[in-house]
């Protein structure tokens, strides 16, 4: 996912740490029945997460220090990769399904 965060999200004082982001990670991924291969937090330039062919899920560090409701679609959109790969209508409309359409505004 490459979108900004809306403007009308402030990030938190403080990030959350990567034990309580791996811990929501896991959630949703239990959720949304699926099953990562490995979650990686780590760096990234141009991206908020990405999901391989092979099942890793890797996602931006600075996604810590987002608003959690912006963390939350990052999350459950690349967990939702695992299922269905592509943008289409499938796709949106489990991601509206799972987030709700407050959940989903358009950055």
């Known amino acids: 996912m490459k979108a900004a965060p809306p403007k009308d999200l402030t990030p938190p004082a403080a990030p959350v740490s990567r034990a ?5 990670v896991a959630a949703w991924a239990e959720t949304l029945r ?4 490995a979650v990686y937090v780590r760096r990234m330039k141009r991206k908020w ?4 062919t092979t099942g890793r899920v890797t996602f931006n560090a600075e996604l810590l220090r987002q608003h959690p409701e ?3 679609r990052v999350i459950v959109e690349e967990l939702l990769h695992l299922r269905i790969p592509n943008h289409g209508k499938l796709f949106r409309m489990l991601l509206q399904a799972y ?9």
């Open 34 to 37: 699926v099953r990562p291969k």
């Open 20 to 24: 309580a982001f791996q811990a929501e």
């Open 99 to 107: 987030l709700g359409g407050a959940s989903l505004r358009e950055s």
């Open 70 to 72: 912006f963390r939350r």
């Open 49 to 52: 997460g990405s999901c391989s």
